[in-house]
T-cell receptor, first 114, second 114 residues
């Protein structure tokens, strides 16, 4: 089945140790998004790619970076994770950036920072 | 600016009872509205969406929602709750623009009692 895949599902890292989360999609969608979701909160958009065009949210910390080497893959890099970065990270895709376009979410990666 | 308010962070119903999850939106332009469901440690799954066609929208798993412009509401309902409906539900709004940014509500956790 076509889908959005995130690896790993659970990631443990140490305070200050760089970590990379992975997202891949078989939907061939133009747009890929990264969200951060803390416990009992709404998902918060960090950034998105429209094709290769990177779009950062104004309040996304510099600690968070992203790469999209091709249509199928997108990575979230956290350069120096702090305790406050422990959260679920959700990847999503959509076919276009149009307002009626559904976003399709992956299962998420739960990040623990020790 | 767009925003969503979900009244009631926790809702508890008995199996077989009516489910009503409330969502009110604020939008300066005609909105597009979505309901997503999130099971524990999973990503978000689309239940239904309103894109200015029929005001009563039917979704998966027996859920439906009615867009009421006069009340700025998009409440989610299901006539008869099932144990498998226990999850967290998010309402989201977006608008006509060249970027499909979702504004999520804070979520409602639905508990279904046997």
């Amino acid at each position: 089945d076509a889908m959005v895949i995130q690896n790993p599902r659970y990631q443990v890292t140490q305070f200050g140790k760089p970590v990379t989360l992975s997202c891949s999609q078989t939907l061939n969608h133009n747009v890929m998004y990264w969200y951060q979701q803390k416990s009992s909160q709404a998902p918060k958009l960090l950034f998105h790619y429209y094709d290769k065009d990177f779009n950062n949210e104004a309040d996304t910390p510099d600690n968070f970076q992203s790469r999209r080497p091709n249509t199928s893959f997108c990575f979230l890099d956290i350069r120096s994770p702090g305790l406050g970065d422990a959260a679920m990270y959700l990847c999503a895709t959509s076919n276009h950036r149009g307002s009626t376009d559904t976003q399709y979410f992956g299962p998420g990666t739960r990040l623990t920072v020790l | 600016a767009q925003s969503v308010t979900q009244l009631g962070s926790h809702v508890s119903v008995s199996e077989g009872a009516l489910v009503l999850l409330r969502c009110n939106y604020s939008s300066s332009v005609p909105p597009y509205l979505f309901w997503y469901v999130q099971y524990p440690n999973q990503g978000l799954q689309l239940l239904l969406k309103y894109t200015s066609a029929a005001t009563l929208v039917k979704g998966i798993n027996g859920f439906e929602a009615e867009f009421k412009k006069s009340e700025t509401s998009f409440h989610l309902t299901k006539p008869s709750a099932h144990m498998s409906d226990a999850a967290e539900y998010f309402c989201a709004v977006t608008r006509g623009s060249n970027f499909n940014k979702f504004y999520f509500g804070s979520g409602t956790k639905l508990n279904v009692k046997p």
